[in-house]
């Protein structure tokens, strides 16, 4: 059965020549795999379509769908928001390859879920649309989704209990007020923190989230996030 949906694009494979398996998480059936066939060809349509199958790409899709189903099809796409700076801004390029391989150990669940979709819908927008003082969204978007996933911490103090002897640094009370700054401030709400602490503070974060979300190993895109942001 078609229905509609909004998506946005975790990440995608090669499938034979000319084809990809894409992962996409969805406004009504969360996270689904999709084959599309015929994007990886010389012709200048399939180049156009391969690109709405970027990594956090905001579409608009009619689906072919069927419970308990597996690899299933695309009938319509479009891109809902075209992205202006994401895909061509180097530090934001990195952000958003943190923030798929994050979403990507997360998103488990094959069941729509509109508040989480919203929250990362919006999210996307803001770090595409912002045009500085976005150093902390990495920290902020893992701290804001984790409310989402269910274990969001109160304060700071209970992050860095928790944690424990995972810590890789001991934390300082610099980093303890930060943390809680973080915790209850909106996107573009500016807290001053140094590199130092930020990179702390994210290790932490990352720790954090080990603790509650299964095989939730280390990050390839980490390093990169780190050179650019810390």
Do not use: W
């Not at 508040?115 to 912002?130: K, P």
């Not at 923190?193 to 080990?210: A, D, K, P, T, W």
């Amino acid at each position: 059965m078609l229905h509609k949906t909004r998506g946005i694009v975790i990440n995608y494979i090669r499938y034979r020549e000319t084809s990809i398996i894409v992962k996409i998480y969805t406004e009504e059936f969360g996270i689904q795999t999709y084959i599309e066939n015929g994007v990886r060809s010389a012709n200048a349509r399939s180049k156009n379509k391969i690109a709405l199958f970027q990594p956090l790409t905001l579409l608009d899709l009619v689906v072919y769908h069927r419970d308990n189903g597996s690899i299933m099809r695309i009938s319509e796409v479009k891109c809902n928001t075209p992205l202006q700076t994401l895909p061509y801004q180097f530090v934001k390029t990195g952000i958003a390859l943190f923030i798929t391989e994050v979403l990507s150990k997360t998103m488990k669940e094959e069941a729509g879920n509109p508040e989480m979709f919203f929250f990362l819908f919006q999210s996307i927008l803001f770090l595409d649309t912002q045009p500085e003082g976005y150093e902390n969204f990495p920290i902020q978007f893992l701290l804001k989704l984790s409310q989402y996933l269910g274990f969001a911490p109160g304060q700071a103090r209970e992050l860095l209990e928790q944690i424990g002897e995972i810590r890789l640094t001991e934390s300082t009370e610099a980093e303890a007020a930060a943390l809680d700054a973080l915790i209850g401030r909106k996107y573009g709400e500016h807290v001053r923190i140094s590199g130092m602490v930020r990179r702390n503070l994210l290790e932490h974060v990352l720790r954090f989230y080990q603790l509650h979300v299964e095989n939730f190993n280390e990050l390839r895109s980490l390093p990169v996030l780190q050179e650019m942001m810390l």
